[in-house]
């Protein structure tokens, strides 16, 4: 069964870094776009970022400048570079790969992990 595993998120103050990664399972990585979510508690889920097989990327306006996405293929894994981070980038962080080549919502390839927590606070 293909499935997701995030890790990396904790408790940060503002200013600092985190690194997210997510490992998947299974052996079209290398052909799938790949996108981290984020869901803060009482808001729908949202794109942060998103990249392409092509390394073409994708970011949230809020986050642009601040984080960076990048993948790894040889071992299956989509990375989130978290810097200069604020209160409100608390949320739960997810990967996932969008299905349509259109948009980076709608369908997704695999069953949504638990996510990995992101709290930003002094």
């Known amino acids: 069964q293909v499935q997701l595993a995030e890790s990396g998120g904790g408790l940060v103050q503002p200013g600092g870094s985190l690194r997210l990664s997510c490992v998947v399972s299974g052996n079209m990585f290398s052909t799938q776009r790949m996108a981290w979510y984020r869901q803060a508690p009482g808001k729908q889920r949202e794109l942060v970022a998103g990249i392409t097989a092509g390394r073409i990327t994708n970011y949230a306006d809020s986050v642009k400048g601040r984080f960076t996405i990048s993948r790894d293929n040889a071992k299956r894994t989509v990375s989130l570079q978290m810097n200069s981070l604020k209160p409100e980038d608390t949320a739960v962080y997810y990967c996932?790969?969008?299905?349509?080549?259109?948009?980076?919502?709608?369908?997704?390839?695999?069953?949504w992990g638990q996510g990995t927590q992101v709290t930003v606070s002094s």
């Open positions: 996932n790969a969008p299905m349509s080549g259109d948009t980076w919502y709608g369908l997704f390839r695999f069953v």
